[in-house]
């Protein structure tokens, strides 16, 4: 692959023992990752959350009462991947092994994978995958008249990240171990659907309506009635449509159950008021 300008962005933990990330962006567009190539604000929002609060611990407790030693986190539309990354030093630092599956797009895999390879975490195995909701639901996305322009620019959707308190640089450095996969030749996700996932990440990615469906019914897939005691999943998206929204919520809770995360709950540091976490849990087969 040619040389490409990418930006860097640091990302600092609060425990300053953690080794602080440094995430690869695409601003010029070269890669053709689309909205996946930048860092979005709900993500740092997120990630500050997640330091903050038990629920990685949770998940380790409840994993090793199911006699598991390796903890198993799967992240839909990772982009660059900061969430994911995040959480593997989070739990590299505390000694709890894990599985880590980042997901997305074809197109978006190849920056995906770099930041991978930039930021590893020592007892917790990264994978990137490219990871098809239509295929995995069922479910075919609605019909529209003309798709977003994913090369377009989508900053009226969303600020870039102004509070992650970073620096950003230039580098030419060759994309090493390219991702090269593509959607004709993506894996069959049978291995991940049949996964017990302890966590499932799904950070600003009901931003376009008409996946509603076929997310919703991947989310279905991934966290079964069987294992709705110890199975999680946070969704985390900054308001632009909120009706619209809303009616991702409305579809996602006749399979689940979810409670807001409130502001105290949250690094107060880093929130908004129009970036919204939701803590959700599979219904159990008798409801």
Known sequence: MDKVDLSSREYDFNNYSIEPLEIY??????????????????????????????ILAT???TASRSKRTTLNILEL?????????????MLSATGQKARIVLTDKANVLPLLQRNMEKNPAEGVELEARVLDWEAVSGVKAKAVAKAPDSEADLSSSGATV???ES???????????PVTTTAA?????????????????????????????????????LLRPETA???????????????EEMEFFATLGKSFTFRDVKP????????SDDIFLFLCQRRPLDH
């Open 59 to 61: 998940s380790s407790a």
């Open 162 to 164: 102004s509070a992650a």
């Open 264 to 271: 105290e709950e949250q690094d107060p540091n880093y929130q």
């Open 77 to 89: 539309g990772s982009g660059t991947g900061l969430v994911g990354l995040a959480v593997a030093r």
């Open 25 to 54: 962006e695409d601003p010029s567009g070269l890669l053709h990752g689309g909205v996946g190539s930048t860092v979005w604000d709900t993500a740092i929002v997120l990630s500050k959350y997640l330091e903050k609060s038990n």
């Open 167 to 177: 620096e950003a640089i230039t580098t030419s450095e060759p994309l090493s171990s």
């Open 229 to 243: 005691s110890s199975s999680k999943l946070i969704v985390a998206f900054e308001k632009r449509n909120f009706s």
């Open 185 to 221: 030749e993506a894996p069959k996700a049978d291995d991940i659907v049949s996964t017990e996932w302890d966590l499932v990440i799904l950070s600003d990615c009901i931003w376009f309506p008409v996946l509603y469906a076929p997310l919703s019914g991947t989310l279905t897939r």
